[in-house]
Structure formats: C-alpha cells, structure tokens
T-cell receptor, first 115, second 118 residues
Framework: AQSVTQLDSHVSVSEGTPVLLRCNYSSSYSPSLFWYVQHPNKGLQLLLKYTSAATLVKGINGFEAEFKKSETSFHLTKPSAHMSDAAEYFCVVSEYRSNTGKLIFGQGTTLQVKP | DAGVIQSPRHEVTEMGQEVTLRCKPI?????LFWYRQTMMRGLELLIYFNNNVPIDDSGMPEDRFSAKMPNASFSTLKIQPSEPRDSAVYFC????????????????FGEGSRLTVL
C-alpha cells in the first residue's frame, strides 16, 4: 500500500530565504508524485509532478522537487521565498500504473513567510 | 476551460436538514472524486467515480452520505440528515483516464463548498 509522510506540519521562513518542505513516500509500484498548493479559501492547485521522467522536476512559481528513489523522498524547494508563497502544501502519491484512480495526500505543511 | 465548478460555495444549515452539494467536472474527464477537508482529519477521499460508476465509496462516513453521478457532466453529494460534525469543506475533483500513456493522475480541483451545520 502506498503512503506519504510530510515531515513538518509547519515551516516558517523569512522572505527571500530558501524554502524546503520535506516529503517521504512509500509505494509498491513506480509512483507518480505531486505537490499541490492550497491558498486560503481556495481549492488545490498543482505545483509540479514527477512521472518517471527527469528526477528533478520544475514547477510553477519557481518551485522544484527532486525524486530520490534511494531515499524515497520528494522534497519541495524554492531558492527565495515570496510573501505570496504562504499557503498549505500537500505532497501526493499516485499509483497510476495500478489503475486504482486514487491519490494519497499527505497531512499538509503550512508555509509561513515573514517579511 | 471553466475548470471544475462546485455549488454552493457556502452553505449554512441546521442539524437534521438535508444538504446537497453539486459538481460539474471538466469536460472530457472520466474520473470524479469527492473529498472532505477538516482541520482535524485533513483531506479525506469520500468516493470516486469512473465513467459515472462509483468505484470506491469506502471513505463515505456513514449511510447519511450518498453520492450520485447521473451523467458525465454532473455529480451530487447528499447528506441527510446533516449533523454538526459534518461541517467541513467539500471538494470535487476530476481527472482523465489512467489508461492513457500521457496521463499522470493529475487532479483538477474545484474551489470547494464550505458547509456549516449548526
């Protein structure tokens, strides 16, 4: 069975400093991995996705994530935080090759960006 | 593309009343998902459909909850009778078939229906 663990429930950074949101996964199959972002009172929006192509994935708004199979990790990074990055971030695993149609969401990490 | 459309955006009702939430998926998507989000439990999958057929409803909390998808462009989630513990944000999401070589399982979410049961 697949699962995903976000290692930090809350991360606080200063504007202009790097962001690191950590995610570990467990999957029986070759997974697809995603990061979604949710701004207050909004739906979830896809930031980036890994689907067995390049292990370093670039997403929107300057975010990127690296798939490390040996560490079963898919951490999200950004070189320089912006105030507008303050939101909830979800790491997600999908076993699409098993054709289950389900995504498994992590518990979320709240990113706070201080001026 | 209009995206996934949910209605109502906000609903306040009294305990015991029936609540119906509606969703219009993105045209051409053949998977539809209903999620519930609360502070305590995070994002929970309630039920999902493929080609209008319910595939997995193991996340539906109890018999008070029911979901239907009468056609490819419309789904409802009904709670009857509603209880205060049902207060949450309910999200609908849609995606393309997983059998396609180019599909990656990406979900497209609506903006949610915020339900408050007094």
């Amino acid at each position: 069975a697949q699962s995903v663990t976000q290692l930090d429930s809350h991360v606080s950074v200063s504007e202009g400093t790097p962001v690191l949101l950590r995610c570990n996964y467990s999957s029986s199959y070759s997974p697809s991995l995603f990061w979604y972002v949710q701004h207050p009172n909004k739906g979830l929006q896809l930031l980036l996705k890994y689907t067995s192509a390049a292990t370093l994935v670039k997403g929107i708004n300057g975010f990127e994530a690296e798939f490390k199979k040996s560490e079963t990790s898919f951490h999200l990074t950004k070189p320089s935080a912006h105030m507008s990055d303050a939101a909830e971030y979800f790491c997600v695993v999908s076993e699409y090759r098993s054709n289950t149609g389900k995504l498994i969401f992590g518990q979320g990490t709240t990113l706070q960006v201080k001026p | 593309d209009a995206g996934v459309i949910q209605s109502p955006r906000h609903e306040v009702t009294e305990m015991g009343q029936e609540v119906t939430l509606r969703c219009k998926p993105i045209s051409g998507h053949d998977y539809l998902f209903w999620y519930r989000q609360t502070m305590m439990r995070g994002l929970e999958l309630l039920i999902y459909f493929n080609n209008n057929v319910p595939i997995d409803d193991s996340g539906m909390p109890e018999d008070r909850f029911s979901a239907k998808m009468p056609n490819a462009s419309f789904s409802t989630l009904k709670i009857q009778p509603s209880e205060p513990r049902d207060s949450a944000v309910y999200f609908c999401a849609s995606s393309l078939s997983l059998s396609g070589l180019t599909n990656t399982g990406e979900l497209f979410f609506g903006e949610g229906s915020r339900l408050t049961v007094l």
